[in-house]
């Protein structure tokens, strides 16, 4: 695990993270104690849909995807996580808490499984920590309305244009992106086929807006990119 299972290792991932960053020193140990380090291989699953939710979970190194499988068996990606990000947070508070995504790791990961228990018991005296947590899942929230409008108001060139300018550093010149994971899963975080992902970054490649090679995108002439949203 090169280190991460250490309580020092958890304990200063811990501190950094915002949802955990306004508890003392007392209780930040406390944390750790219930805290476990989990090493996970590509393709490995750290847990289920439907299995029972004791903790969630703070990515320390590599790729997490949440997903759901259809009832025609289609995979669809409902998020993609990396280093510092949190996920399964808000199934603590859910009657019934069981997880509603499969997780599968799309590189060696290391994840930090953080008791349920223990953090609520932490929220019940610290005012703190609640605002925090409640302006977590506001932002996911918020995100999740705006991922609605894009799936359901945008066409496929759209949301593909909005994923790479999401990810785009700041700047007029050419710059570039690394895809955070696999095509084909990205394809389905954007709910559109492989297929068509590949045709529009062609598309964009033959306009000399792109260079594509492997996972490595350089955006040649940002300016261009963003005006596809208008096209």
Do not use: W
Request: charged residues 25%; aromatic residues 4%.
């Amino acid at each position: 695990m090169s280190g991460h299972d250490s309580n020092e290792a958890i304990r200063a991932a811990l501190a950094g993270h915002l949802l955990f960053a306004p508890l003392d020193a007392d209780r930040l140990t406390r944390l750790v104690e219930t805290t476990r380090a989990v090493a996970l291989r590509t393709g490995e699953t750290l847990f289920e849909r439907g299995d029972h939710a004791e903790r969630f979970y703070l990515v320390a190194e590599g790729q997490i995807k949440l997903f759901r499988i259809s009832a025609e068996g289609q995979e669809k990606v409902v998020e993609i996580t990396g280093p510092g990000q949190t996920f399964a947070e808000a199934v603590m508070f859910m009657q019934d808490q069981r997880y509603p995504v499969t997780t599968q790791a799309i590189s060696p990961a290391v994840v930090y499984g953080i008791s349920n228990s223990a953090y609520l018991d932490i929220l019940c005296n610290d005012p703190e920590s609640c605002l925090q947590l409640l302006g977590d899942l506001s932002q996911r929230l918020h995100m999740r309305l705006n991922e609605i409008d894009t799936l359901t108001l945008q066409k496929a060139t759209d949301r593909v244009v909005r994923f790479l300018l999401e990810r785009l550093p700041e700047g007029k010149g050419p710059a570039q992106i690394t895809l955070p994971a696999a095509k084909h899963i990205i394809a389905s975080r954007l709910s559109i086929q492989p297929e068509t992902l590949s045709r529009i970054l062609l598309q964009l490649t033959q306009a000399g807006i792109l260079t594509v090679d492997g996972r490595r995108v350089r955006v040649e002439e940002p300016a261009r990119l963003r005006a596809q949203l208008h096209a």
